[in-house]
């Protein structure tokens, strides 16, 4: 059972940076590409960020790129995005999500996500 759980997320000011955490209960974790996506209020649901399994190649939507970085530790499962300079629009619920292999655009596993609300 792969089981991946996000924290946090909270309510910060316009500018402010957050950093998300995921950490994955699959084994070995290196065979996994990660990323994260986000979700608003009556929006689709919509690709973030990507980070591959060997390499740490990482892979970014244009709306976050410049001001978030996705990374990964293999030693401890987990992976991160560190949000910086945020804006209101980056309001969201942001889960996390596993690909078995290369990354796709349709994960194998998912988060229960973790709200982030940015204030003006």
């Known amino acids: 059972q792969v089981q991946l759980v996000e924290s946090g997320g909270g309510l910060v000011q316009t500018g402010d940076s957050l950093r998300l955490s995921c950490a994955a209960s699959v084994t070995p974790f290196s065979r996994f590409s990660m990323g994260w996506f986000r979700q608003a209020p009556g929006k689709e649901r919509e690709f973030v960020a990507a980070i591959s399994r060997i390499n740490g190649d990482t892979y970014y939507a244009d709306s976050v790129k410049g001001r978030f970085t996705m990374s990964r530790d293999n030693a401890k499962n987990t992976v991160y995005l560190q949000m910086n300079s945020l804006k209101p629009q980056d309001t969201a619920e942001y889960y996390c999500?596993?690909?078995?292999?290369?990354?796709?655009?349709?994960?194998?596993?998912w988060g229960q996500g973790t709200q982030v609300t940015v204030s003006t």
């Open positions: 999500a596993a690909a078995l292999g290369p990354w796709k655009e349709k994960p194998d596993y």
